[in-house]
């Protein structure tokens, strides 16, 4: 779905690139170099994610005479808390362990910022995923293919048959990284005709 303007991705994410490709959009790449605060004094994921996708566009449009600047930003959420990207493998391993055998909300915030003009739209989506329990064996050779890095909640999710996480409720795109449906819809709103 093409958007007349020039789209610029303010993200290093290969899951929002490969989301972006797969619907045939042309676009840029500049990641923001945001550092993602920590989750304190945020009321709610939903508050979290669409404050730090604000900061990646932000922190990109200056530099962008026209277009249209699409950040995001995503988080785990389970037991009031955010489940950010590991740290090292064996933060991973944690955070894969605790989330084992349960369910919870993963939240992405996406903010895109028109050039010149400075008008934003963004918004929040939040998808619940489904991830099953691990062998000692299968924990093992997740953390040394290095599927975790990078990643909230330390997983990263298959478009099908994924052998260790289900989405139960939203959209299987914004579980990767980019709610490519409503992405469409706004894209068509406010792009011209």
């Not at 303007?5 to 929002?16: M, N």
């Not at 962008?64 to 009031?80: F, H, R, Y």
């Not at 999710?157 to 990767?176: A, C, F, K, M, T």
Request: proline letters at 8%; aromatic letters at 8%.
């Amino acid at each position: 779905m093409p958007t007349p303007q020039r789209l610029i991705l303010a993200s290093a994410s290969l899951g929002r690139r490969a989301l972006l490709t797969q619907a045939g959009y042309q676009f840029d790449v500049q990641p923001s170099g945001v550092d993602e605060p920590p989750f304190v004094g945020f009321p709610s994921p939903r508050a979290y994610v669409q404050h730090v996708a604000w900061l990646k566009a932000a922190a990109v449009a200056p530099t962008a005479p026209q277009g249209i600047v699409l950040s995001a930003d995503s988080v785990a959420w389970q037991g009031n808390e955010v489940i950010g990207k590991p740290a090292d493998a064996g933060d991973a391993r944690r955070i894969l362990e605790r989330l084992a055998g349960t369910t919870h909300e993963l939240w992405t915030g996406v903010c895109l910022w028109r050039r010149p003009g400075d008008w934003q739209v963004c918004w929040q989506e939040a998808s619940v995923v489904e991830m099953r329990r691990w062998t000692a064996n299968e924990l093992d050779a997740y953390l040394a293919s290095g599927v975790w890095e990078g990643k909230s909640g330390g997983y990263g999710i298959r478009e099908e048959h994924d052998p260790y996480v289900r989405l139960v409720q939203g959209s299987l795109s914004n579980v990767i990284g980019l709610p490519m449906e409503s992405l469409a819809r706004v894209l068509a709103a406010i792009s011209p005709p």
